[in-house]
């Protein structure tokens, strides 16, 4: 049976002669947000296939597996790096805590690497469950678009199998991308290094994001000698300048050596290593060379061009406020989409397809005041916006207030890292337009900052907020003197 489509509140009336497919919903790539929008779409008595590449630790063309770059190579698995990198300093912490550690610890890259396998390994089965106790069907192969409301499956062995759908959607994530210079086949990509054999005594780094940000300190806390190269004066472009050189200093404080404002211009392979040319004339060995320059959308096999979906520049999937391409049949949702490129935004999107297509709720993905975090260590968060970005769109002043200090833990392990945070307030309407910190635990504390935020808080509710005590957390209810009024349209000044 057809379904009706609820949109702005108009139902799509069927044609009176009602056309079969072999499925309601075929979705392309099973990630996230794939497999969010197949299963909330099967609770809505759609009848769903789903197709994915086989399971692999490292993607290609022809590998990827069910659970999408999250749970495979990504989010997971790194923050199970960061977990086990983060020991280091817990040990080095635990001596004025009373602990007698030895003075030589023993790190064995080999089985923290086999057990991340195996979670991966583990959480790929459950996402398979999850699919087929939501009664889709799945497919293990590369899927293409050949038809508005045709896919065609290629499986392993290369038999082809076509089916219809009524809506077809791309649910195909990104890749990592490599910068052309010579000799970048000598790198690797955030897929090879969080499934390298070997870990590497000396790493070079190329990039200035999260994931730059999240391996130099991952590996440094392996005990990894790191060189992280960026093209800004401070890395994580797009966060608070404030946190951003917080961050930056924390890395150089736990022995991470930054080179901002520079470039990699050649690779070479030598005996000793490999040979990094730096734009500037510098050369460096290293063991590993990771390009962290960014990740591009996975469209190019799709066949999209051929079907008429329209794509941006950078090859993103182009679609209207319900996540809805040019073809009214054709929909896609997550990093294909280039919209916010992370997991929780997948699942949402998902989520709003499933309801706005087959549950009768029109329902457009909001995309305001998103929570993020970089798992640094120690971890950088936000919600909402950042001191720069609040004088830009605010229309009036804006109120910045911040708290330094150094964590209680550390005034005993005698750690020398400060936690900040901050909250950006509109002067007129006294509303909390932004947080950030960067300190232990600071994801699982903006977390919650984030309801706030969604809700509309004010400065005075925070300050009516009693903290809880003695925690870090507390501080974002007691900042009550302003470090800095910004005029409206000024530029922004740091204390930094």
């Given at each position: 049976?057809?379904?009706?489509?609820?949109?702005d509140?108009?139902?799509s009336?069927?044609?009176?002669?009602?056309v079969?497919y072999?499925?309601?919903?075929?979705?392309?790539?099973?990630?996230?947000?794939?497999?969010?929008?197949?299963?909330?779409?099967?609770?809505?008595?759609?009848?769903?296939?789903i197709?994915e590449?086989p399971?692999?630790?490292i993607?290609?063309?022809?590998?990827?597996?069910?659970?999408?770059?999250?749970?495979?190579?990504?989010?997971?698995?790194?923050?199970?790096?960061?977990?086990?990198?983060?020991?280091?300093?817990?040990?080095?912490?635990a001596r004025?805590?009373?602990w007698?550690?030895?003075?030589?610890?023993?790190?064995?890259?080999?089985?923290?690497?086999?057990?991340?396998?195996?979670?991966?390994?583990?959480?790929?089965?459950?996402?398979k469950r999850?699919?087929?106790?939501?009664?889709?069907?799945?497919?293990?192969?590369?899927?293409?678009?050949?038809?508005?409301?045709?896919?065609?499956?290629t499986?392993?062995?290369g038999?082809?199998?076509?089916?219809?759908?009524k809506?077809?959607?791309?649910?195909?994530?990104?890749?990592?991308?490599?910068?052309?210079?010579?000799?970048?086949?000598?790198?690797?990509?955030?897929?090879?290094?969080?499934?390298?054999?070997?870990?590497?005594?000396?790493?070079v780094?190329?990039?200035?994001?999260?994931i730059?940000?999240e391996f130099?300190?991952?590996?440094?806390?392996?005990g990894?000698?790191v060189?992280?190269?960026?093209?800004?004066?401070?890395?994580?472009?797009?966060?608070?300048?404030?946190?951003?050189?917080v961050?930056?200093?924390?890395?150089?404080?736990?022995?991470?050596?930054?080179?901002?404002?520079?470039?990699?211009?050649e690779?070479?392979?030598?005996?000793?290593?490999?040979?990094?040319?730096?734009?500037?004339?510098?050369?460096?060995?290293?063991?590993?060379?990771?390009?962290?320059?960014?990740?591009?959308?996975n469209?190019k096999r799709?066949?999209?061009?051929?079907?008429?979906?329209?794509l941006?520049?950078?090859g993103?999937?182009?679609?209207?406020e319900?996540?809805?391409?040019?073809?009214?049949?054709?929909?896609a949702?997550g990093?294909?989409?280039?919209r916010?490129?992370?997991?929780?935004?997948?699942?949402?999107?998902?989520t709003?397809f499933?309801?706005?297509?087959f549950?009768?709720q029109p329902c457009k993905?909001d995309?305001?005041?998103?929570?993020?975090?970089?798992?640094?260590i120690?971890?950088?968060s936000?919600?909402?916006?950042?001191?720069?970005?609040?004088?830009?769109?605010?229309?009036?002043?804006v109120?910045?207030?911040?708290?330094?200090?150094?964590?209680?833990?550390?005034?005993?392990?005698?750690?020398?890292?400060?936690?900040i945070?901050?909250?950006v307030?509109?002067?007129?309407?006294?509303?909390v337009?932004?947080?950030s910190?960067?300190?232990?635990?600071?994801?699982e504390?903006?977390?919650?900052?984030?309801?706030?935020?969604?809700?509309?808080?004010?400065k005075?509710q925070?300050?009516?907020?009693?903290?809880?005590?003695?925690?870090?957390?507390?501080?974002?209810?007691?900042?009550?003197?302003?470090?800095?009024?910004?005029?409206a349209?000024?530029?922004?000044?740091?204390?930094?």
């Open positions: 049976m057809a379904r009706k489509m609820l949109i509140g108009e139902v009336q069927p044609n009176e002669e009602e079969h072999d499925f309601d919903l075929f979705v392309i790539g099973a990630g996230s947000g794939g497999v969010r929008a197949s299963r909330f779409s099967a609770s809505y008595g759609a009848k769903v296939g197709c590449l399971f692999h630790p993607s290609s063309e022809v590998v990827g597996g069910v659970g999408g770059t999250c749970v495979i190579r990504g989010c997971v698995p790194k923050k199970i790096l960061v977990y086990g990198a983060a020991f280091r300093g817990e040990i080095e912490d004025n805590y009373g007698e550690v030895s003075e030589k610890i023993d790190f064995n890259w080999k089985k923290l690497l086999h057990k991340k396998t195996e979670e991966i390994v583990r959480l790929n089965g459950i996402y999850l699919l087929n106790n939501s009664g889709v069907k799945l497919y293990e192969g590369e899927g293409k678009i050949v038809g508005p409301n045709e896919v065609e499956v499986q392993l062995d038999t082809k199998l076509s089916y219809t759908a809506h077809i959607l791309i649910s195909t994530g990104g890749r990592a991308t490599r910068p052309s210079i010579p000799g970048q086949e000598l790198a690797i990509t955030s897929d090879e290094a969080l499934s390298l054999e070997e870990l590497p005594k000396r790493a780094i190329l990039g200035g994001g999260y730059a940000v130099a300190s991952i590996w440094n806390g392996m990894v000698t060189d992280l190269f960026f093209r800004k004066e401070l890395p994580l472009r797009g966060f608070d300048d404030e946190m951003r050189a961050v930056a200093r924390n890395l150089e404080s736990r022995g991470i050596n930054l080179h901002p404002r520079a470039n990699l211009s690779l070479i392979k030598t005996e000793d290593g490999i040979k990094v040319i730096t734009d500037h004339g510098e050369e460096l060995i290293a063991d590993v060379v990771l390009f962290a320059t960014g990740r591009s959308p469209t799709l066949n999209l061009e051929a079907v008429g979906v329209e941006d520049q950078t993103a999937v182009k679609v209207d319900y996540s809805r391409t040019n073809i009214p049949s054709i929909w949702v990093d294909v989409t280039n916010i490129n992370l997991t929780p935004v997948a699942l949402m999107e998902g709003c499933a309801k706005t297509v549950g009768g993905p995309h305001k005041d998103v929570a993020c975090a970089v798992f640094s120690p971890p950088l936000a919600v909402g916006l950042s001191e720069e970005q609040a004088i830009e769109e605010a229309n009036a002043d109120l910045v207030f911040t708290s330094t200090f150094n964590p209680m833990k550390n005034t005993i392990s005698g750690r020398q890292e400060k936690t945070m901050k909250l307030v509109d002067a007129e309407t006294d509303k337009l932004g947080a910190m960067c300190g232990p635990d600071a994801p504390i903006i977390q919650g900052i984030a309801v706030a935020l969604k809700c509309g808080a004010t005075a925070f300050d009516s907020t009693v903290g809880i005590h003695p925690s870090a957390a507390e501080e974002f209810v007691t900042m009550r003197s302003v470090t800095r009024r910004v005029t349209g000024s530029k922004p000044k740091t204390n930094l």
